[in-house]
């Protein structure tokens, strides 16, 4: 258990929900303030930014490497470059203390998924009380020893994340000093026809007793069921889910958000433990509460094609300028940035030092290969 404010988070404590805005205000800071509002009025106990910029996130090149591939990704999102794709859907950050000053105002608890070092030091700067580690983020070890050095609860999704690097992530964070630290167990399809096979709510569970923390549920996907279920059923502590103010407008979280009253409705339920009537709420999923379905097993990892697919918008190692053979990498010639072509975040502190093994391009993915041996 641990405390935000004055509210309890754990077991035998209710759900804290949380509303995703991400990137639903389609860079307009009204729209903005009326998903936070939105969110506040459906029962919210919290809302959730993204900080982060094109060029905190990845880098601006249009090599091959940096275009969106797979089978079950938007045809929109293949045709343009990862840079052209957050440069629309960060939140510029200079909302975002006004986003903090209105959420004070209202009475509910803001705080932001961090992806970098620098965005770190911004959310410190606006006094935050919390912090996000977005599933993609979780093997961005250089960020969670920023993170730890807060001091503060912590807040993370698994994603498609092994035992081992979730393992790896909460020692980075215990040992670099972390308050509190709940994990999510979430389903990264981003569907809008979500399988509830897929789920395996029983991770939750295990979870909280593999780890030793508050454990809970991010959903990626269309409608209301499997947080209802994973919070009365599977028991999460803390329930995350994206907001929008109307479906119809789009953008790049749109199809798998809720409106406003389909958010309320699932704060209700999951107040409620209504598992008997919220199928009828539910839009394209079927009026069939397949409680035993949803559960499924015990699982880490990728659950899905889609899901290995999405493995591509974890960050690694990329060298950002030209370098010649035999200069050294140093915070002036390696990064770590989306998508995951490189070596792992893991490895940059070792890399760190040693020599180019060849002349190497500037947005290049740091390989084996490229390292010196000597």
Avoid at 19 to 32: D, T, V
Avoid at 355 to 361: G, H, K, L, P, Q
Wanted: include cysteine; hydrophobic fraction near 40%; proline fraction near 4%.
């Amino acid at each position: 258990m641990f405390t935000i404010g004055k509210r309890k988070i754990g077991e035998g404590y209710p759900c804290f929900v949380i509303a995703e805005i991400s990137g639903n205000h389609h860079q307009r800071f009204e729209e903005a303030e009326k998903l936070l509002r939105a969110a506040k009025n459906a029962g919210a106990d919290a809302v959730k930014l993204q900080t982060y910029t094109a060029d905190t996130i990845t880098l601006n090149s249009d090599k091959e490497y940096f275009f969106v591939k797979g089978a079950e990704q938007p045809a929109s999102w293949k045709k343009r470059t990862l840079h052209e794709l957050y440069e629309e859907a960060h939140t510029p950050w200079d909302w975002q203390p006004k986003l903090k000053k209105l959420a004070d105002e209202l009475g509910i608890v803001l705080f932001s998924s961090a992806f970098d070092e620098s965005s770190v030091d911004f959310l410190e700067s606006m006094g935050v009380a919390l912090y996000k580690v977005a599933s993609y983020e979780l093997v961005h070890i250089p960020l969670l020893r920023r993170i730890a050095c807060t001091k503060k609860p912590v807040i993370m999704s698994t994603g498609f994340a092994s035992q081992e690097e979730i393992a790896l992530a909460v020692q980075t964070l215990r040992e670099g000093g972390s308050g509190d630290i709940a994990l999510l167990h979430c389903v990264t399809a981003y569907s809008d026809t979500p399988h509830m096979a897929e789920m395996n709510l029983a991770t939750i569970a295990d979870i909280k007793k593999r780890f030793d923390v508050v454990a809970g549920f991010s959903d990626n996907n269309a409608g209301i069921l499997a947080p209802v279920i994973a919070a009365t059923a599977a028991g999460a502590s803390i329930i995350e889910k994206h907001i929008t103010l109307d479906r119809v407008e789009g953008g790049p979280d749109a199809r798998f958000s809720l409106q406003p009253q389909e958010f309320k409705d699932m704060v209700h339920r999951i107040r409620t433990n209504d598992q008997h009537t919220i199928a009828r709420a539910i839009s394209g999923i079927g009026s069939k509460l397949d409680v035993s379905s949803a559960m499924g097993s015990v699982n880490y990892g990728p659950a899905s094609a889609h899901e290995r697919e999405n493995l591509f918008f974890r960050p690694s190692l990329w060298v950002k300028t030209k370098m010649k053979k035999g200069d050294l990498f140093t915070l002036d010639t390696i990064r770590v940035a989306r998508p995951y072509h490189g070596l792992p975040p893991k490895d940059f502190d070792s890399i760190l030092g040693k020599s180019a093994a060849t002349d190497i391009d500037e947005a290049t993915p740091l390989t084996e290969a490229l390292v010196s041996s000597d």
